[in-house]
């Protein structure tokens, strides 16, 4: 019985760490980048989350955006490759990718605290298989590990109804928006842990993929409170990228939904079931309005 309850809580750990995309993203109605960054830091510190890596989307670095991604790597955190202008592989092709990266990898270079992992835009790893070989080659060559995401997710477009509800001045009830940001995220948290117990037998140390947004500025607090309640436990980047998962590359084209989902798609589960409801801007522009986020006057 002792043996048994330790192999299911090695195999169920419930562990994940917090990467951040499209850093240092620009300022918006609600709040400037620079008040963005230092409101992260502090929610992030505050919950002594052991580490955060931000993925750098390279052409929003200029000589005041350096700064924000300094403070980051003062704090502690750390940097990695997001691309230079963030488009999609499957778009670009191969050799206009790998130049785009490269861009990126030489406007790093002067941080701090830069790991070596590149995430895709969009988690668009090239249009089929070949290409997506040729640039995990070409990645691999320039010394980059893949920064897969298991745990995908919509935030991006729920701060996007936040911002916008700010610049049609709206009144907007943060503690719903706080509420409906976390609900939303959860859900997707445990339908890819969902996933992964059933395709790898076990809870993997998972990657939580966000933006360095205003949402996540307002409210990563209260997801990671909200995790901790329910039995998760944050670790950094580095340990949930130490998973035997890292060095498994499913062998299809379909990666858009993260590492867990190619891997139930190579075993064979379709790819309609390894999105969440919730990433869908149709689903979330009906449960924003359900939610009771904007109120009328």
Known sequence: MLLSAVISSICFARE?????????????VLMTGAERTQKLIAALK?????????????????PQTAGRLTQYTD???????????HQSANQLGVNAYAQDAYKAHLALKPFANVLNYHRFPFLHYGKDLTEINQLQNLLRELG????????DNFDWYISSL???????????????????YVKSLYESIEFYDAIAKK???????????LHENDAAALFVGDLIQHLRSKGWKIISP???????IAKSFPAVAFHKQGRVAAIANSKGVPEAELRHPSEN??????AFISAGIIENK
């Open 16 to 28: 994940i760490s917090l990467t951040f995309d499209d850093a240092p993203t620009p300022d918006s």
């Open 46 to 62: 505050l919950a002594d989350v052991p580490d955060a890596l931000f993925f750098v989307k390279a052409d929003y670095i200029n």
């Open 75 to 85: 704090a502690g955190f750390h940097l990695a490759s997001h691309s230079f202008t």
């Open 144 to 151: 980059y590990k893949d920064g897969y995401v298991t745990i």
């Open 162 to 180: 936040i911002t916008k509800a700010a610049e049609e001045k709206k009144t907007i009830n943060y503690e719903k928006a706080r509420d409906f």
């Open 199 to 209: 395709s790898l037998k076990r809870s993997p140390r998972h990657v939580l993929l």
């Open 238 to 244: 580095q340990q949930a990228y130490k998973d035997p």
């Open 281 to 286: 801007e149709t689903y979330l522009n009906q």
